[in-house]
Structures are given as structure tokens and as C-alpha cells.
Antibody, heavy 122, light 108 residues
Framework: EVNLLESGGGLVQSGGSLRLSCAAS????????LTWVRQAPGKGLEWVST????????YYADSVKGRFTVSRDNSKNTLYLQMNSLRVEDAALYYC???????????????WGQGTLVSVSS | SYVLTQPPSVSVAPGKTASITCGGN??????LSWFQQKAGQAPVLVIF???DRPSGIPERFSGSSSGNTATLTISRVEAGDEADYFC???????????FGGGTKVTVL
């Protein structure tokens, strides 16, 4: 059974930093791209970043490029999102999601975690 | 930039059929997924590749596409289908995933 468990959310001041983690189990971790998606309260889904299975290729939304860094540790089956220079508009529930197909970075998502909440004060 | 357009809301009576559209340029040529998100829960994949259904998703959920429009159809709607529904594609021009704005389905 696939399981994705996010952690690391919390309250941070504008301009601060936070690192999110997503611990995964139930699948061959290194074979699948992983993605961060966020959802502000009462709003829709917004794609944040994707990392390939090897970790060698990363993709970012324009809204976070240069401030956020996605990475993964395939020996620990864990995905990370380092968030720097946080803004009020970054406040959201952050989900990690698993790619639906092996080796395909652009494949859609078949499993999602329950999310971790990031709050940013001004 | 590429945009996916969904109606904000759809209302349907129990037992009837709900149709949710997702519009985008040349959408039929992209790999499109649909997600269901019930209140307070994480999204769940209900359709991928426009018309494929993951295991465990009822046959009442189906997808189709033509030209610039994709459609998620929910047949014999039940109260438990009340949720937000999002379409999603990968934009090959920007190498970005994109979501539609979401459609709230209300069961009357």
C-alpha cells in the first residue's frame, strides 16, 4: 500500500525559511517522480515543483523558482522542499504526490499525502 | 501561458448525470487527469489519460475529450459524489503541471 506522509509545516515569519519532508513507502521510491502541490485555504490546487526519480531533474512553478528547492534522498525514501524567502502568499496546505508512471516525470499523480500546513505571518 | 478553464460550479439531482468540462488549447493532444477532492481530504485520481479509470473508481465516472474540451461525466450521481473536481495536464511548452480552477459539484 502506497503511503505518503508530509511533515515540517508550521508558522514562520515573512522572509523566513522552512523545510518540508515527505516520507514514502509502498513503492519503489527511486523509480517515480514526486511532486509538491499546494492549496491555499478555500482555493484550488497549485503545482509547486517536481523532481525526477533520480533527483537529477527538477521543475518549478514560476511563483517559487529561485526561492524553493526540491530534492530527494532515495536511500531514505524521502522527498524534501526547502522553502526560503517565504511570502504571505506561500501560506497553504502542501501535498506531496507520486507520479502515476515509472520513469515519466510528466505523468499525472496517482497517490497523494494528507498534506502539511504552512502559515506565513507578515 | 497555458490555461485550463473549468466552470466554478455544477448542481445535479441524485440519480442524474453530472458533466464537468475542462477547456484548453488543443487539450485532446495532452495527457489529462481528473481529481476528486472531498471536503477536508486530499485529492483522489478518478480519471487519467482522458478516459482511463484507476482501479477502485466506480464505472459511474467516465472521461472523454474532443478538440479543446475534456469532460468528466458522473452517472447516477450519489450524495457521496459531492466534491471539488480538478482537471490537470502537463504543459510541454513550459514543463509545468497545470490544474484547472476546479468545479464544485453540489448534489441537490
Amino acid at each position: 500500500e502506497v503511503n505518503l506522509l508530509e511533515s515540517g509545516g508550521g508558522l514562520v515569519q515573512s522572509g523566513g525559511s522552512l523545510r518540508l519532508s515527505c516520507a514514502a513507502s509502498g513503492f519503489i521510491f527511486k523509480n517515480y517522480a514526486l511532486t509538491w502541490v499546494r492549496q491555499a485555504p478555500g482555493k484550488g490546487l497549485e503545482w509547486v515543483s517536481t523532481v525526477s526519480g533520480s533527483g537529477g531533474t527538477t521543475y518549478y512553478a514560476d511563483s517559487v523558482k529561485g526561492r524553493f528547492t526540491v530534492s530527494r534522498d532515495n536511500s531514505k525514501n524521502t522527498l524534501y522542499l526547502q522553502m526560503n524567502s517565504l511570502r504571505v502568499e506561500d501560506a497553504a496546505l502542501y501535498y506531496c504526490a507520486k507520479a502515476r508512471q515509472m520513469w515519466v516525470d510528466w505523468a499525472g499523480f496517482d497517490f497523494w499525502g494528507q498534506g502539511t500546513l504552512v502559515s506565513v505571518s507578515s | 501561458s497555458y490555461v485550463l478553464t473549468q466552470p466554478p460550479s455544477v448542481s445535479v439531482a441524485p440519480g442524474k448525470t453530472a458533466s464537468i468540462t475542462c477547456g484548453g488549447n488543443n487539450l485532446g493532444s495532452k495527457s489529462l487527469s481528473w481529481f476528486q477532492q472531498k471536503a477536508g481530504q486530499a485529492p483522489v485520481l478518478v480519471i487519467f489519460n482522458h478516459d482511463d479509470r484507476p482501479s477502485g473508481i466506480p464505472e459511474r465516472f467516465s472521461g472523454s475529450s474532443s478538440g479543446n474540451t475534456a469532460t468528466l461525466t458522473i452517472s447516477r450521481v450519489e450524495a457521496g459524489d459531492e466534491a471539488d473536481y480538478f482537471c490537470q495536464v502537463w504543459d510541454t511548452n513550459t514543463n509545468h503541471h497545470l490544474f484547472g480552477g476546479g468545479t464544485k459539484v453540489t448534489v441537490l
